[in-house]
Every structure is written in structure tokens, then in C-alpha cells.
């Protein structure tokens, strides 16, 4: 059985684990202040080109999002994503639960256009009784998204200008960031988003760690964030689990090595699919594909692979979503390819 | 430097790192629907004597007060706990941040007596105005401690018996539960908690995991608890992290052979100091102990050992507390005995 | 100058004001416990023909909005809406301030179709993910809607049976609900709705009430109804000032004969703008007008009549909203008719 | 049946129905934006000494505390309150529904003493790990307290001094402010209280209103204050029916003279109680008196008086509560003490 469901199915790169091992017996201080979380802030630090940014590990990505959200915005204040997006559509209303509203916005394949941020603002303040509304308050966009597509350097430029006119922070989820910093063809780099973003994250979950997402405040984070993670319950004990990870995924650009292979093994699989005729839903430069499969090739397959439903397509064919990793091997995509 | 400072300064067991080693590169589903998910589910049930126990893990303590708390209380309700105990004093308002109160009680040594929940209901429902009042919903009691104190299974009985008559859950944190239930004289198995609680916790972050809480319901999960569990953030999408680890735990009796060094360690210790004349603030059998020092000697020792600062006890002692855990060998303890 | 901006402009009926005097120094209990409460809700039990229905009065919609949904609303549950709901766009975040989302559905003139809310919750129970997203658990609609709009009989009883069928809770919002009921050409009855939902308001504060909403549960309310009131900081001390206020209103059929007034100033405004040309935004049959005007027109009768801006229609023309009550004079009508 | 339960059980003074009659077809905009409101104001902030203070209305007591501290807190802030404070007790966990801690301290007879606050923060911020609590973020005191008690201006000055030492606002709970100002011995006046706290509130449904408490902040609101009321529900369409009550009892000291009645009529009753040997359960300088009442004496004055049930006081004593109010007649008085 070949399996392509996600991009979170197997374990961490074994020099984590094999770091794990050897530091196991060392005693150090809990709750993110031992030297491992020192270190890798460091070291992400210098990546992203912001000596003094703020550097907390969380352990999942719900958590973070909830957790950087909640401790962004005002009481008053809602948080603009697209419908399509993670907050706003597969977090069993975690956002809301910390009282704040998701304003949707159209999605254009999975992104948030700026023109369509500054109508709506500018319709806001228009309107004599927004007093009576929620604010907008934060811009929270995915990259890649969830449906595998990237912004431009030139998109986020401008999400980062009507960000500032509006004085809401942007906020990136960047769960599969590797994929969408090594997709071939972008033009974003980790210093361009930490020059234009307020705060964003940095996935490990799905590259290459363990658990973790290390999430970077450029410009500073808010006061007492560190209360805020404890309140909402994202302080762990022993927070060399996630310092020592990342330290590891950011020693000799392990993060961007593995993070290439899962663009690598996608882009052979889109290749070797279209030359066998398939569709995709959408054009994904990252480690997601969505070909468009014929219900009854895909009832014939599922003994054989596994795949992400997506969604209907029309009534005798499906989007299915096929996720590579930074542990996809490439006989595996030669194997799907062939069998499909 | 000896360090003593708590019992969550070590990594994890090598027999879990071997096991995550192992197998780090099977593939398996997310969110906690794996098979080492389902095996440990299946070993602590059958540890706890409940085939149908829910059992659920999720990664910290605060995160697993507030998700068990939220999620068993009606809105009305708030959660009786020791004024000493960890969701009253220690988790930054984790519990009132998703909308309860906590009840303070008196602690007795950290414990809660069955006495007073019953005076507190019955004064509580003998006000005619009761209902402008929250109701007392739960009743939270940690075993071992946060004074590293027990209950016996008759006080345990009580407890269940007054929470019965109140139609109210009982629950145990049991961050530190393998402690306890090695301590030497405790009365109290396993089964006995999983018979005489509603909802409990078998802590793995301080005795031998690298994080993770193996919630358990013996009579079964609230409705939708998973849902509220990815709600509060805390369903990671790496569930086999967790599930492994507690596999690892009870296999070949694991837990219980890695807590009993706890005990031993700081058996030892309370022996020496106690031959050496120091006093102790507190009668504590299970890992965390607690002499009383004299300032003088405190400043002596801080280059040579770390412990907790646990409180003041005159203008010239200091009461400190010393933790020993799974991981502490017993020359560390030796040559602790010596220093002091 | 003539003011028809809003239909709360006014103060009370004087049937009202003349039983507060009459009334004012009886002494009588607190919280809702008085005997003016306790008749207003036999009457309006009478009127509903639920004899078991608990009735609670509340001083405005959005606490009223709020009140009912947080506590009907399992924690993993949001209430659906129309995009253009109160509830949803212009209560600044109150649903979402109690935990909940709001699931917001296309709007039809203002109103929820059955059509939309199966394919939703279909779509929704369809996805093997469900559980990682928020659960429809309510319908809100507003009867009249925000834009005058009326469900017919056989709307209502599509929207009860696919909140059966999903067994979620019908809630309409009644704020204008004598307006509603009073309007020409509606089948809808108060039977009806007390037999079609599951929660209903009859409002007071914009039919002829200083302030005051009347929550009907025809099948009785959920459990602790008044603790969560209180706990929502709605429990007024002098309960007397809303219940003698719907205790005047459901006497004699007060509420019924002053709705009318609203209705028929309404439509001979309409009838009358109707002759002289006006175009309308939207049909409404109730005490909402929305004629369409121009610009240039607008701004002459500025100084002369006050309206609600409603919405830009073009880049010439504007809608605006007029809006009669229960208060609303015919002459004034009459020199409205003659102005534009 | 002579009624002392409470000090609500009344409707308004007769100034005030009579303002409500005469205003009543006035058209006026809504949400407090209307004249009556800004007459209100400009008197109290007159009254209070603070032309620059900002005044809000709102409907309640419980639904202002929760306002107010919800308002003013930060995320990682509790609110500081005598254990016997209303916030701690008797609202329904109504703070803690917004997500923050009541931390309860010793309660005086009622009162927050400066010294509790003091030793309490110097605690907690000496604790290394306070930034795993909840910080203390505000000190809630009422005046008169829920005892009938009142604070020595010297006692608001050192609390005041707490506060700015710790950089917290005093917030001053005043439903019965008026019967504060009006106590025989108090040194402390209204213009004493806008200088000495942060935020308090002008009680008007227990002196002489239908409904309504005037929030007052010296100092100026939080950022957004009209939005948060209106999150929390409490923002009345018809804002008039607050403001002018407002207006009518700070027109003339009608405020003052009204409140000044319960006071004779409580010191008659305290003077009438005392020549008959009566005790008291404690001094009460306000409206509020506590006698101490044999059982069986209690059992034969039921159908002929209703006090309020305070507490038992031992097994044949009870502490009863009797309060007047600004409606209450001397003659009602010489009726109760020649009856007991």
C-alpha cells in the first residue's frame, strides 16, 4: 500500500531523533529556557534575518494560530482569512472560541488578495455604525495555502501596505513553509516574510519534526505572550523537545534540504501524471497535487494507494489530494505513477 | 552542579527513543487514529481494569486541566479545587480563560477533604439564592499532590461518595501518578482510581515521557471530546508521538518500575538528611521532598546544587524542595547527602 | 423636521407609562419573581397557545440574541445565519464573544432557505473531517428579517423540518415581531411560530416597549435558563419593568393594534411614494421602506426629513430606509409623501 | 405585611415617570447618542468634579461589573475583590465568563483592606514564577459593600496608592452609592471617589431608578469602550430611557435627597431596634441593618414582615437583613420596630 494521504505520517528526520539520544541525560531547565530553545531561536533568528525577533515553539499548528491570534487582537477585533483558509474552515472554531469572529474573505485558490482586504476595510470605516461591528483587526493568510498555491513577493508587498494602512498585523501560517520557501519558481524568501509579516510561523510538524512550530515575531512579541501560551495551555514542560528539534532542522540548512526533496518527488509526480493524461484541479507548486480522478479508476486504486479525498469534482470524477514530504522516497512517486 | 530543581529535567526513557527510532519511518494516520495509539489505549485499559474506557493524549498538564474541565463542566458550573492545587494557583487562569470559576478549598497538605465539599454543597444549596451563584460542578483533586502528599483509598471513597451524592465528577490530576502509585505505604492501585474517579490522568511528561497525558475515562468520554480537545488546540496531528511513548510506558510494566526509582531516590535522601539532622516542612512520600534550610547553607550550595525554591519559613530558613525522578541515579543522591 | 430614522425613536405606549405610575410603589419581589412578570407570561403563553412555554424577559435583542444562542449551543456548535443576519454582521462579535461561530448561509432578501441549510449540513456530515470543524447546531432567522422581509407558513415549516431532520433548534429573532404578524398578506400566525421553532423572542423595545424582549421555548427552557441569564449580566433587579410593560402589551391585544399603526403608515407610504414615481430597493411588506433615491434629492431633504442610510445603490443613487412604528402618525406620513 | 427584603422592590421616583410621560413622543436617536444622555452626563461630571470624565449607562450591576473589568483587564490579568464582593459571589461566575480570575482576598467587614493588596502583589511579584499565574490586574472594592460598610476617604487614599503603586485601576462598585454619600460619619464625597479611583458607578436601580447604572471614568474609557457594551449586550436601543432617569436624579441634588431618606429611616430603625435590646451582627452605617433574631421570634414575625435571610448565626440566633431605600416611609418603620 502506498501512502499519500498527508504530509505528517511518519516521524522526524533521524538526526532528531539521533539528537534526541545523545542529549537525552542532560539536565536542563524546563518551559523553553534551556540552551537548545536558545539556540535554535538564534539560529532562526539569523535565517530570518531579524537579530531581535521574538522565537516561541508551540506544539501544533491549531494551537499556534489560535494562541498568536488571541494574543494579537483586540477585544473588538476580528481576524480576515479566506473562507478557504485553515482558521476559518478546520479548527473546530478554536478562534472563536477565544471570542474573536473569522471574517471571510473570497478565496482565490486558497489566497487573500489585497484589494479584496482594503474593500473591505474601506467599506468598514464607511459605514456610520461599524461601531456596532467587528474590526478588523489582523490578516491572517497561509503559505503555502491549503490548497498548495504561494503569494508573490509582489502580493505580499501589498498585503503588507494595506496591512499597515489599516494598522492590523499580517499574520502568516506557515505549517508547510519549507515546501512553499523551496517551491521552484517563487520569489519569496524566509527574510522577505520576516520583513513583511508582524508574526508568522515556521511548520515542523510537517517538516521534518516531531511536533513544533516555531513562530516569529519579527518586530517584537506581545507583552507577556509568554503567559498568554500558558493560559491557553501550549506550555510545555519540557520545552527542549521542540528547542532541540529546531535547533537541529536549522543546523546546516537541514530545513531547506528536506523541505526540497518534498518539491522534488511532487514535481516528478505532476510530470509523470500529466504525461499520462491526468487533470489537476489546480496549478500547486508546493507538495500538494490534486489530479482528477475518475471515480471508478479511484475505487480500483484504493487497495493500492492512499489519498487525501479533496472533493467532488462532478458526478463520475474526484479531486484527490496526493501530499510528498520531506520522507517521500522517489521510487515511491515512480510506484504511483506507474500504477496509476 | 547537582540538579534537583524538578522532575521534568531529563529527556525521555531510551526505551522510547529506541522505539521512535524504529519506527520513524512506518507510515501511519494522524490525530491520533494510529496503531500505537490504539495499542496504548488498550494497555492502559486493561492497567486501569476498564475494557471501555476512553483513553485520550494530549501533550502537557495545563493543556489537560483545561480541555477535561472545559469539557465535563456545564456553563453554570465552576470546579472545587484545593487553593493549593494547580489549576487554582499555577496555569495563569487557564481554567476561568475558557469561562469557569475555580472554587478555592481549604488545603489540607494539598488535599481535599470529602468534609468539605460536603459543607460547601450543602451551604451552597441551603441559599435560597443559589441559583445567582456557580454551581459547584467538579471537584479536581491531584494525587500525588503539588506537596507531593496522597490520598488513601478511604479518603478517595469519600470523595467519590460526596461527588456521587452531588451528581458531580470527580477528577484526578495525575501528572505525577506513577509517584504515587509507588509510594511506599499508599493503598491506592490503579484500578482503584479508574473505579472511584470519573475522569483521571496518567502523567507521562515527569515520569519517563518526553511529553503527553493519558487522559482516561473509565466510564466514557463527554460527546464529542475530540472535537473540544482540537478546539482548545491540543489534537496533534503527529498523534503517534504520544500514543508511542505510552505504549512504551506499559509494556513489561514500564511506568511502574521507572516511577519506583523515584521513590527509592527520594526514600534515600529523606533518610540521610533526616540522619543528618535537617527538618522537613512536610511528611511527603512520594518524589518531591521538602527540608528546611538555613539561609546561610542555601547560599553555600547554590554553586554546587540546584533545587526549587518552594517558600519562606522565617526570617532565617527557607523551605526548598528536591525532586527526584525516573531518570535520578542513586549516586546523584549520594553525593547530594554529602554536600548537605 | 420629520424623523424616521429608526423605529425606537419614541419612548413607550402610554397604556405603559400610565401602569408604572399606578404601580410604582406596590413592593413586590425581585428578579423577575413579581406577580406583573408572572401575568405577562400567562398572557402571553394564552396568546402563543403554549400553555407550558417558559417566557423570560430580556432588555435588548443582541443580549437576547446572545443570551439564547450561547445557551442553546453545544461547545463544538455554531449557529447558522444569514450573511446578513443581526446576529452575524452588526451585533460586533457578541455571538462570537460566547465561543461560537457564526456559520454564515447566502441570504434571500434577508432570509435562510431550508435548501441552503440541508446542502450545508449535508456537505458538512458528507466530510470525513467533520469533527475537526465547527458543528451546525442552531438556525437563527429573523422574522420580520433585517430588510422588512416576512417566511411564509410553508418556509417555516421547510426550516422546521430540516432543524428536526439535523436535530438542531429553530431560533427566530422577533425584535420586530408585532410588525410581522400585522403585515398584509401573511399566513404566519403566533401559533405558528410558537409551533415551528424551538426559541422565539416577541420584541418590546421596537413595538412599543421602553425596552424589553419577551424569549418564548414553546417546549420549555433549557436547564438553569436563569443562571445563565444572570451569568450573561442580564438578570434586571426590577424585573417588574419588563414584565408590566408585557404585561400591558398582551392585554387586550395592545401589541396587535399598535403593530398595525406601523403597518398601515408603512403602506401608505409606500402607496404614496409608489405614485409619485419611486422606484424601491426591495419589497417588503412590513414597517421597513427602502426607496431608492437620488443623490441630489437626498441631500435637499436632508435638513428637512432624517432616514436610515441603508445602501449605496449606484454612483447616483442611494437606498435609504424609512421606517414606521407603532408611533408613527398618519399626517406624518401624509407631509412626508408631500416633501420628497 | 410590612416589606424590608430589599431595596429594589419599588418602582421609580415619581420625578422620573413623570419626566418619562412628558418626554415620551419626543423622537431622539438612539444608543445613548440622544439629549437626554448628554444632559445626564454634563450633570455628572459636574457632580463628580471631572468635566473630562467619560459616563455610560448601562442596565445593571452584575452586567457593568463584567463590563467594566472585562473592559479593563488584560488577558493576563484577574480582578482583586474581597471574598464577600458581589464579582466574587453572587454574580454567577459573571467574570469569569469573560475569561478572567476573581482572586479573592480577606474580606473586613466587607471591605479590601490596602495592606492585603499590598502583601499580596509584593507576593506574587516576588514569586520567580509569577509569570505562570495570574497576574493581579485590577482591585475591585464596592462602597457601601455588600455588608452596608464604607471605606474612610484616608482608606480610598491608601488603596489608591496600592493601585497606582502596581499599576492597577481601582474600580468602586456603587449600586448603592447614594446611601454611601449620605451616611452620617462618612468623610468621603463623590467628587473624593473620581479623584481617588479609576472607574466607579452611580447605582440608579437601588436609588430611585426603574433601571440603570452610570459608569463614570475620571479619567477617560478604554479605547472602544461603546463597542465592548455592545459585544457584551448591553447597549439599549433606546438609550433615552437611562439618560433621562440620569438627568432627573442629578437635577436638583434629587440624587442626594432621595438617598438621604434611606439613611434617616435605617438610623431611626437601628435607634428603635437597639432601646429594645436588639443586637446587631455588625455596625452598618448605610441602608442596610443586621439584627440578630431569636428563631422562634423570626418564625412568628413571618406573615407579618419580610426581611432578607443574611445568615445563620448560631443555632438559635439568625442574622436577618433589612433594608430601606429611597421609598421607604418613617411610618413603615415605627410599624416594624413596635411590631419586633
Redesign the interface.
Known amino acids: 500500500m502506498l ?1 499519500f ?2 504530509d ?5 528526520h ?1 538526526a532528531i ?1 539521533q539528537k ?2 545523545e ?9 523553553g529556557t534551556d540552551p537548545y530553545c536558545a539556540s535554535a531561536k538564534a539560529k532562526i533568528c539569523a535565517a530570518c534575518g531579524c537579530p531581535d525577533a521574538d522565537v516561541t515553539f508551540i ?9 498568536v491570534i ?2 494579537m487582537l ?3 477585533q ?1 481576524v480576515m482569512a479566506a473562507a478557504t483558509g485553515h482558521v476559518a ?6 478562534i ?7 471574517i ?1 474573505l473570497p478565496a482565490h485558490e486558497g489566497k487573500v488578495s489585497a484589494a479584496d482586504v482594503r474593500d473591505w476595510c474601506a467599506t468598514f470605516y464607511a459605514d ?2 461599524h ?5 478588523p483587526g489582523m490578516v491572517y493568510i497561509s503559505h503555502p495555502s491549503e490548497y498548495g498555491t504561494l503569494y508573490t513577493k509582489a502580493e505580499l508587498e501589498e498585503l503588507h501596505a494595506v496591512c499597515q494602512e489599516y494598522h492590523m498585523p499580517l499574520f502568516m501560517d506557515g505549517a508547510r513553509l519549507g515546501y512553499g520557501l523551496m517551491a521552484k519558481g517563487t520569489d519569496v524568501t524566509l527574510q522577505d516574510i520576516a520583513r513583511l509579516t508582524d508574526v508568522f510561523y515556521i511548520g515542523g ?2 517538516v521534518g519534526a ?2 513544533g512550530e516555531a513562530v516569529v515575531f519579527p518586530h517584537g512579541a506581545p507583552a ?1 505572550f ?3 501560551v ?9 520545552g ?2 521542540m528547542g532541540l528539534q529546531f535547533d537541529v532542522l536549522f543546523t546546516d540548512d537541514l530545513y531547506t534540504r528536506i523541505s526540497r526533496n518534498a518539491i522534488e518527488t511532487a514535481d516528478r509526480l505532476k510530470e509523470g501524471l500529466a504525461a499520462k493524461g491526468y487533470r489537476f484541479y489546480m496549478e500547486s507548486p508546493t507538495n500538494q497535487v490534486f489530479p482528477i480522478l475518475e471515480n471508478s479508476q479511484l475505487k480500483a486504486l484504493e487497495p493500492l494507494a492512499k489519498f487525501g ?1 479533496w472533493e467532488k469534482y462532478d458526478d463520475t470524477h474526484t479531486v484527490m489530494r496526493i501530499a510528498t514530504s520531506w ?1 517521500t522516497r522517489m521510487e515511491e512517486i515512480e510506484q504511483l505513477i506507474d500504477l496509476m
Open positions: 501512502y494521504e498527508n505528517y505520517c511518519e516521524g522526524a533521524p531523533l534526541l539520544a542529549t537525552n541525560f542532560e539536565k536542563v531547565p524546563g518551559y506544539s501544533g499548528g491549531t494551537q499556534t494560530n489560535a494562541i488571541a494574543s483586540q477585544r473588538w476580528g474552515a478546520h479548527e473546530a472554531g478554536a472563536e472560541y477565544t471570542g474573536h469572529k473569522v471571510a456610520a455604525n461601531d456596532h461591528m467587528v474590526f510538524t510537517k516531531l511536533c507577556h509568554m503567559t498568554m500558558k493560559q491557553q495551555g501550549a506550555l510545555l514542560a519540557k527542549r523537545l479525498f520522507a
